[in-house]
Structure formats: structure tokens, C-alpha cells
């Protein structure tokens, strides 16, 4: 971690007179980062005395699709916001999380130091990029990809010279941004170890991240020392089964002296003494205990493996054949239809399109799909195609030669279509890619080579392709969006997952749900809560369902076993409440009397609005209350 040194007030204020009155940047004793940010700042046209030109905060609908494409960020990131809010609580600080675009994702802790203008411009959707913010930690950091501490004078607006912020970036398994951590609060509250703290928490998250990958893969630990094996300061490196490094964190990759861009290029005989078979005959021991290891520039290391998880396989022997996809299946018959499709193609290069609406499940049902065919021992490459920036989705696929672009790594890089290596490729939401790179992927889909970005020659490549996206890429054809031979060559089968609020087996999906998120503990959940949830629409699909069960088992108190309406966020109660309000439709006597036509109208009235009683009320012409009182009555 670099360290930073903060000169007194009244120097900042000298040099910040420099920059405003003679654009000079580069001032004795100023930090260098800073100096740079200063510098940036000015060529983008901002001024320092200026109103801030960001753009308006994301819309919910908008932030909530960031928040879904970010949704693995999110998760790993939480517990240990939450941890690092416990370290810094009387302080007057907020911990902020943002994307790899400086759009703030998650926020937590004291609002209490803020105006009211100044907490608009910490809640999630707002942008901190050094473009629309000037030199900030946030932005700063992106820009850097450093761990960066702005304080007060030191931001380049000078109405955010209120402010203290330190910031970490937080890398992927393959060595991407996927965002920034960040700890703002009053400038005098300024604390000389907050830098260190959030750079500590930042490494947490990347390796929580890292971890995550190693599901199908080898995780491999290591460290100088024995004791150090598990620790924050342990190196950690991800290795698919025949011996190709496919994920690390930062810390496994200093002490190999590797960059980023040699994930998915180097091989473990080619960075270690011992041999490959070795590793793999460990994996099948069943104590796992570390082992002392050289690196092939004669590094002593200690490691300790963690294979793939053991499946619980041998209980009888008709569960052996059962193939990963079919234990996801819980019953729902369009799902099992879609399962059995899949499972009859997914071994002759036939390549599969998923559709459905955002958040069905269609990554984990690739991936099942991928566990489920002859491939399941090589990589499964997954790629957002919306959540990579345009300009970075080409080298991306395709990688690039040392030099390609501006930016580029020194050493290059392989691209996925070659860290594949005969494994399955999955191009998430591909409704998104640009129509220019659209070309160039139905030129390797026909030639099955590819030609990295600044290079003249062509390199074969192998894999099975599984495409998801939840736009209807047949009218995206017809209105000249998608490029129909594209679409003909990715849908080999195209099969559509349901939307939650059309499954048949909600009640076996929540219940497994609620297994693996409770670790096998009986959890029920209210009658009444269950019949509101399954009357509700869920527009999130199966990502909301978990989300929600997720919270509601975070808030059990010790010794609960069942899911009540006050385990349920506050924004769905409301809605969930007048769902659970509704009445059974009763047709088989029709209506004798006055107060049961009242009551037919009422209960059409509510299915027409689908359970809303605020809807129906209007539509009746009562009022809530009434409407409330005289379904209560019956």
C-alpha cells in the first residue's frame, strides 16, 4: 500500500491558489497522486470554483439494473462493509461501495455530517468518476487503480473540501475492476490508519471473489509460513483441472511475480517444481493439510488445497448418473422440458441460446449445463456483455497483443474465446453486444479462430457456446439491432426459462432455496406470509426470491425457525400484506343476498387489480379502510 502524505492546511491552500490562479499542479510537498488528479481535472475542463457537471443520479429502474449486473460485487462486498462500519462507527463516516465506473452501488453508515444537496450526491446512483467529480478518492482510485487517500483541500472542488476519503480498488479472480471501497466522512475526523483499514477490506473482498470461482476449479493457498495459511495476507490461485491458472489475487500473484494478464496463459508445471499429477492425487485424499512447495525460480512456499467440493454421491447407486441440471430441477414442467432439451445437445457442438427475464437463473442453468456435459472438467467462462464497457468488450473476447491500445498490459492478453481451452464459453445478455463486434464474433463462431486485437495472425480455438439474454433478439433482428446470421449461428436451440411468477413449483423452489441458504436447518415460513408470496409477482425473479429469503434469515433471532412479516423488508410488507388480504374466488352459489353481491364485487374487483387493495378500493369507489374492514369480516 502506498502511503500518503497530507500537507498541512495551510500548503494546500497555497497550492491550491497555484493551481486555481496559474493552473500549476505540481507543487512541493503535494502528493503525487493528487497532483496528477489535479492535472487530469483541469485538461477535462473543470473548475475548481465550479458548479460539478455530473450527470443526475442513475433512475431506480436504471440503478437497479446496475445493481443486478454488479449483484457478485455486491454480495462479497457486504459482510464486509458491514465489519468495516464497526471500525469506524462514531466517526461521522459513510462506507461506500461503487462499480468499475464510479456509480455508487451500496452505501452504509452516518448521513448525519451532510447537508441535504451533499447526501444526494452519496446515494447510490450517483456518479464519483474523476470526469464529473474532479479529483476525489473514488474516482481518483479508478483512474489510478491505487490505493488513494483525498483529503479536504486536496478534492478538487473546492465544495468538497469537506470531505476525507480514502479508497481501494477491488480486483476480480482474472484480474478485472469490478469497483472501489471507500470510507468518506467529515475532514476532521481524518484518522492516519483509514487508508490501511479500507485496503485491508478491499483485499477481503478479492479474495471472498476468488474463492467464489474456485467452485468447479482448485483452490490453491499459500504463504511463507504455515500459520500464515488462511490469513488476509495468504496468496491465493485458482487452477482448473488440467492445471491452467484461471484465477488469483493479487497477493498470489506477487509472490509468483506474474501480472493479471497471465491468468489464463501459464500452467502450474510452468510455475512450480512439482508436478500437476501430484496436485491432483492430493485433491483425492480426503485431510487436507498443507505442504511445502518451490516456485520454478526456487521460492520455498507452504500451500493447502481445496479441491472441488465432494459430492454427497455412493448414498445409492442411481444417484451417481444424476447429472448436475436435473438437482436443480424442482419440479416446474416447462423448466424440466428446457433441463431435458439442454442435456440432449449440450455434447454435439450444438450452441444453446437461454432466454428469459433478468434474474430467471440463466447463468446458474448454463453453468448446470455445462456440469452436466462431457466438458464439465474444463473452464466455464462467463462474460456480461453489458456490463463490459464498448470499447473493452473486443479485447476482452478476442485478447490483444503487447502494445495493442492505449493502456494495454505490457504482456498482452490471452482473451476468453482462448482461456476456454475446450471448455464452455457463456456470453451472458449478448442482446447487448455492439452490432460492430457482432461481425467479428460470427467470423470465429464460423472459423473457430480468433485474432487477438493488434495482431495479424489467427489462432484456433475450441468450445462449446451458450448464449443468454433477456431481450427478444427475433424483433431486435427485424429492427436491424441484431444481426440475423449472428442470431441463426447462436441459436442452435433456444430454449426459454420461466419466469418465477409463472413456476408450478414455487413451494419445492423456496423450500431449496431456503435449505441451501440455511445450510440444511428446518426453516418454515408464515402460512399467511407463504400465500401473500406466492401471489406476488415477483419482478425480480429468482434473484429477488433469494435476496428476500436471504434477508429474512439474516434477521432471525437465535432459536427461530420460521420466516414472519417482520423478517420481511419494509418496502414489500405493504404489497405482500394486501396480497395475503385477498380473497378465494367462491363460484359455486351464486350471489343470494346483498352483502354477498358486495362481497362477489369486492373479490372481482381484486382480482382485476391483482391483489391490490388501494386499486381496488378506487375501483369500487370506497375506501381502503372500508375495503379492508369488510374483507376482514368474512
Known sequence: MRQHHI??????????????????????????????????????GLSPMGRISAIDNLSTIELQRMRSINHDLINHSQPVMEYLLDQVSNTQSMVILSDHQGTLMHTMGDLDFLSKAERVALMCGASWSE???????????????????????????????????AAAPIMSASGLLMGILDISGDHRSQHPHTLGLVSTAARMIENSLVQATSRDNLLIMLHA????LGSIAQGLLVFSHD?????????????????????GGVTWDGLFQSEWSDILERESRTVERPFAIRTNSHHALYALLRGRPKTQVQISRPTKSLKPIRMLDTGDSKWSSAADKALKV????????????????????????????????????????????????????????????????KGGSEGRFREVKG?????????????????RLLRVLQEKRVTPVGSGESMEVHFSLICATH??????????????????????LSLQLPALREREDFKALTQRLLAEISGGEVIDIDPELFKAMIAYPWPGNLRQL???????????????????????????????????????????????????????AIQQALENCRGNVSAAAKQLGISRQTLYRRVKSK
Open 471 to 492: 431481450h427478444q433478439l427475433k424483433q431486435a433482428v427485424d429492427r436491424g439491432m441484431f444481426r440475423a446470421d449472428l442470431y441463426y449461428r447462436i441459436n442452435g
Open 546 to 600: 433469494s435476496h428476500l429469503l436471504k434477508t429474512a434469515m439474516a434477521l432471525l433471532d437465535p432459536h427461530q425457525t420460521q420466516i414472519t412479516w417482520v423478517h420481511i423488508a419494509d418496502e414489500l410488507v405493504e404489497e405482500l400484506r394486501e396480497l395475503a388480504l385477498t380473497p378465494q374466488v367462491k363460484n359455486q352459489v351464486p350471489p343470494q343476498n346483498l352483502s354477498d353481491l358486495s362481497m362477489c
Open 423 to 439: 471448455g464452455t464459453l457463456f456470453l451472458d445478455e449478448i442482446g447487448d453486444m455492439p452490432l460492430s463486434l457482432q461481425t
Open 7 to 44: 500537507l498541512p492546511a495551510p500548503q494546500i491552500r497555497h497550492a491550491r491558489s497555484q493551481m486555481i490562479e496559474h493552473g500549476l499542479t505540481s507543487v512541493a510537498g503535494l502528493d503525487v497522486s493528487v497532483s496528477r488528479s489535479w492535472d487530469r481535472s483541469l485538461a477535462a
Open 131 to 165: 470526469s464529473q467529480r474532479g479529483t476525489n478518492a473514488i474516482g481518483t482510485a479508478l483512474t489510478e487503480l491505487n490505493d488513494v487517500e483525498i483529503h479536504g483541500g486536496e478534492h478538487f472542488f473546492e465544495r468538497n473540501g469537506f470531505l476525507t476519503c
Open 225 to 228: 509460513r504455515p500459520e500464515g
Open 243 to 263: 492445471g491452467w491458472l484461471v484465477g488469483a489475487n493479487r497477493r498470489g500473484l506477487e509472490m509468483l511475480h506474474l501480472s493479471a494478464p497471465h491468468i
Open 346 to 409: 449440450c455434447d454435439k457442438d450444438i450452441p444453446i441460446l437461454v432466454m428469459g427475464e433478468s434474474g430467471v437463473g440463466k447463468e446458474v442453468f448454463a453453468r448446470a449445463i455445462h456440469e452436466s456435459s462431457a466438458r464439465q472438467d474444463k473452464p466455464f467462462i462467463a462474460l456480461n456483455c453489458a456490463a463490459i464497457p464498448e470499447h473493452l468488450i473486443e479485447s476482452e473476447l478476442f485478447g490483444y497483443v503487447p502494445g495493442a491500445f492505449t493502456g494495454a498490459s
